[in-house]
């Protein structure tokens, strides 16, 4: 296997293997499991910890508290397991085929978006049973070797060490760049307790002069090259905040429903970034058909159904009606009043507020006499202090848009 030495009888692979053989090891069982890279590196971080350290004091994290937890432990992956002595990291894409573009059935109804990670089945166990695997197979090797993987799920710096054994660099997103996959591809890594042959590291940034991802994000969240603040970012607002989408960024959002691939849309890297061979990726039912008219009307047991082992359902039921009612807001027209309508009257105050906020929005675009009524009516018998304040500011945005002050007529 790769050249590796046979175990020798009464002995282990440590007495028969260099770090340089068990390395190509490692990485080759690695692409034989369906990873599309793979690089070794050593345990520290160095640099890029110091850089994490400044990112959080800078409140940039938002409300992900796993992020800022306990952060000395991101220092170096021996405080994550000390029994790491060098770390496998692989990737695999998860770019769909591009197939026609799906169509609402006319203007008025209209379709959201959902980021091309989440069209396919979640990332997060499938890539770690593959890692498992990976572990298995060098334990059949040498029983004595133990590992830990994780994926997106620890205390782990997994950009930076993509970049410290030569993956990729990192863009001006935050992104993990390659020349071979672009962007769209997942990273993992495996700790094991063995000194490997590390690789060198992706030193170049060819990014170059580009500048694209920062100046068309909606929501200016790359506030210089390589540094996103999430409190503005879409990926941010649509998954991993709980609570009321920040209403001067709402606008900003578009028919955006959960994630945001803009940044990498834009990136000349992805022009030919070759599309995954997995089929746990490839987009579902649930997951290419977004009326959202239809998807603000669901109830929790059909959002689950729809979208059971799919990442979307880390939004949650509540979140997701959210974001929907946000994007009805901005994509939507006279037919929106009958579902968003529905939604406010939902058991949860944050999907509520969002649609009083739908309602204002596009009622202060067509000048909507109905909108107004619902969002009057139902003002009067709203319990939530939260909600009567986003159905007051709706309804005076709304007002003030039919009624412009002297100055703005001149």
């Known amino acids: 296997m790769s050249g590796l030495p046979m175990v020798p009888a009464g002995g282990n692979l440590a007495e028969a293997a260099s770090p340089v053989d068990l390395a190509r090891t490692a990485k080759d069982l690695a692409r034989r499991h369906g990873f599309d890279l793979a690089g070794i590196t050593p345990p520290d971080h160095h640099s ?137 591809f997942f990273i993992g890594a495996l700790l094991l307790n063995r000194d490997l042959s590390c690789d060198p590291p992706m030193e170049k940034d060819h990014c170059g002069t580009c500048t694209q991802c920062i100046t068309d994000c909606p929501t200016g969240a790359i506030v210089a090259p390589n540094v996103v603040d999430s409190r503005r970012c879409i990926s941010y607002l649509t998954i991993e905040l709980r609570g009321p989408i920040p209403r001067e960024l709402r606008p900003l959002v578009g028919n955006l429903i959960f994630g945001c691939d803009i940044c990498q849309e834009v990136c000349p890297w992805n022009e030919g970034a070759p599309v995954a061979v997995e089929p746990r990726f490839a987009p579902r039912r649930g997951t290419s058909e977004l009326y959202l008219h239809e998807l603000i009307l669901l109830g929790e047991n059909e959002f689950r159904d729809r979208f059971k082992g799919t990442p979307v359902m880390r939004s949650r039921y509540g979140g997701f009606l959210r974001n929907v009612a946000v994007a009805i807001g901005n994509a939507g027209g006279e037919a929106s009043l009958y579902p968003l309508a529905r939604a406010l009257r939902h058991s949860e105050p944050l999907v509520r507020g969002h649609a009083a906020w739908a309602l204002g929005r596009i009622g202060s675009r067509g000048r909507l006499e109905r909108f107004r009524r619902i969002l009057e009516a139902r003002l009067y018998s709203e319990q939530d202090e939260w909600v009567q304040e986003e159905i007051e500011l709706a309804l005076g945005e709304m007002l003030g848009s039919w009624n412009p002050s002297p100055e703005a007529v001149k």
């Open 48 to 184: 890029a910890y110091r850089r994490y350290r400044e990112w959080i004091a800078e409140g940039y994290a938002g409300k992900m508290e796993y992020l800022i937890r306990r952060p000395e432990v991101r220092e170096d992956l021996r405080r994550v397991w000390p029994e790491t002595r060098s770390a496998l990291v692989v990737a695999m894409r998860y770019r769909p085929q591009e197939g026609p573009e799906k169509q609402s059935p006319a203007k008025e109804y209209p379709s959201g978006k959902i980021a091309r990670y989440a069209h396919g089945g979640d990332y997060h166990k499938f890539i770690k049973k593959r890692l498992i695997r990976v572990l298995r197979s060098l334990k059949e090797i040498d029983p004595s070797i133990e590992g830990r993987s994780y994926v997106d799920t620890g205390p782990i710096l997994e950009r930076d060490l993509a970049v410290r054994c030569g993956l990729g660099w990192a863009g001006k997103n935050s992104l993990l760049l390659s020349r071979e996959l672009g962007s769209y």
